[in-house]
């Protein structure tokens, strides 16, 4: 069966691996980037090609997939007058990877829904790392159609990949799930700063926590950097002040309010004001050992 052609918009360290995958696993790939050095690094292992236009990248292949950053630039290389919608063809897919506002997803399925395309919202779970081996959990959403339609080709993108329910849906969970992760995090660093502060031991609050149900994979992250100095949880303090921002405003959407989502994003706020936006989330420990009433 001929594999469709897949075209690829936003190569970063995410991105960037997720082509190297299709390419390892024989698809020929349109891309786009602002980063001459990422789209000359796909070139470099062939069967690619490099688009300059959204439209013309659209009028090209079967499946449009974005890995961007935020909502407003989904927007901008959708709606653009060389956008994605300028030129997708009947019967193609637009498979968002980014995490995005669930409204504006909506939105833009409608539209291309008046050009005949689908499209999937499936944002992504796991690191860079997961998605050069095709390892990603990817929580896709839309009809069931167009579903199925692509699920072949994003089992092999991901290990798991869920299927939740109608466009949007996967939006939704990923940033419920962001909100969760962000303010676990936000919190344990606190811990760990009030606890450095109180001249307690940060490897034996550790010891103490970790034999306990505070347990996680985040609590380990969060050690990683308060005790041993170290970052390697791989999202950004400004990742996660803009998902907590996107949380907030479906909240607003709902009709419903999260002063904890508040707490948190005020913090994370901070932190990228006072210049760690580029750093890990666990870097906020800094934040809060300096924060002064």
Known sequence: MTKPVIGFIGLGLM????????????????????????????????????FTSAKELAAASDVVELCLTTSAVVEIIVYGEDGILAGIKEGSTLIDFGTSIPASTKKIGAELATKGAGMIDAPLGRTPAHAKDGLLNIMAAGDMDTFNKVKPLLEEQGENVFHLGTLGSGHVTKLVNNFMGMTTVATMSQAFAVAKLAGVDGQQLFDIMSAGPSNSPFMQFCKFYAVDGEEKLGFSVANANKDLGYFLALCEELGTESLIAQGTS??????????????DVPVIFDYFTNLKK
Do not use: P
């Open 266 to 279: 005020t913090s994370l706020q901070a932190a990228v004001d006072a210049g760690m936006g580029n750093n």
């Open 15 to 50: 991105g960037g691996n997720m082509v190297e995958n299709l390419q390892t696993r024989g698809y020929q790939v349109n891309v786009m980037d602002l980063n001459q050095d990422a789209v000359d690094a796909v070139l470099a292992r062939g069967n690619a090609t490099q």
